[in-house]
């Protein structure tokens, strides 16, 4: 097992699971019931409920990387350098721009950097 990867791994689907948890009770959540939206599509609904799939597919992108590297953690994977490094690319540019966009206040930043470095070190 390349625990590298099998570290990036875990880190990337904590902050899957973290952020459609965490942010769907603490900012979701009472966003989309506290605060006036504008209708999109003539439907108020229409907003929320876009807003809430924009927000957790943000999480299943986050899982779906985080499977590629669990499967390339594996010892009996057919491994992709490649691969790998666009994950671990992806990963570190996430951070890096969740660290600009927050001014480095939004945890899951140190997440992302850290699942890249470690993926990146798998990689190899």
Partial sequence: MNTSLL???????????????????LILGPILRECE????LGSRDFTRRTLRAGWHLMSV??????????EQARPDAVHSIHTVRH?????????????????GRHFAAIFFLLAAV???????
Wanted: hydrophobic letters at 65%.
């Fill in 61 to 70: 992108f986050a899982l779906g990387m985080g499977i590629i590297l669990l």
């Fill in 118 to 124: 470690f993926a990146w070190m798998g990689s190899a």
């Fill in 87 to 103: 994950v671990s690319m992806t990963l570190l540019l996430s951070g890096v721009v969740l660290a600009v966009m927050t001014r």
């Fill in 37 to 40: 939206l504008p209708p999109a």
């Fill in 7 to 25: 570290v990036a791994a875990f880190l990337t689907l904590f902050v899957a699971v973290g952020h459609s948890v965490v942010g769907e009770r």
